[in-house]
């Protein structure tokens, strides 16, 4: 069966860290971006950053720069998204989803994304 499969959330007062992980099961992740998205009660899923097939290039949205760290390692079939300096608006559901792509391209439209996981409670609040 091929998925991904988030860990990592809970509950963090505001200014914590923590550190998300989205592993594949079923396939490879080397050749794949991969983009982390998360969806907040009552609103829309937004994109966060995402991560080329090889980590060369990276994106972040304005509302996470300079705090989240996107990160993979291919030998553990793994990316990490390091969120510091937590603020109660980061709550949301996080979803890592993945799609074949070329070496360069780090995103992808969320609808052409082929795999997704189960999506993970970040909750920020004191």
């Known amino acids: 069966q091929l998925q991904l499969v988030e860990s990592g959330g809970g509950l963090v007062q505001p200014g914590g860290s923590l550190r998300l992980s989205c592993a594949a099961s079923g396939f490879t992740l080397g050749g794949y971006s991969i983009g982390w998205f998360r969806q907040a009660p009552g609103k829309e899923r937004d994109g966060v950053s995402c991560i080329s097939s090889t980590g060369s290039t990276t994106y972040y949205s304005d509302s996470v720069k300079g705090r989240f760290t996107i990160s993979r390692d291919n030998a553990k079939n793994t990316v990490y998204l390091q969120m510091n300096s937590l603020k109660p608006e980061d709550t949301a559901v996080y979803y890592c989803?993945?799609?074949?792509?070329?070496?360069?391209?780090?995103?992808?439209?969320?609808?052409?994304?082929?795999?997704w996981g189960q999506g993970i409670q970040v909750t920020v609040s004191s």
């Open positions: 989803a993945a799609v074949k792509s070329p070496f360069f391209r780090a995103c992808a439209a969320e609808r052409d994304y082929d795999y």
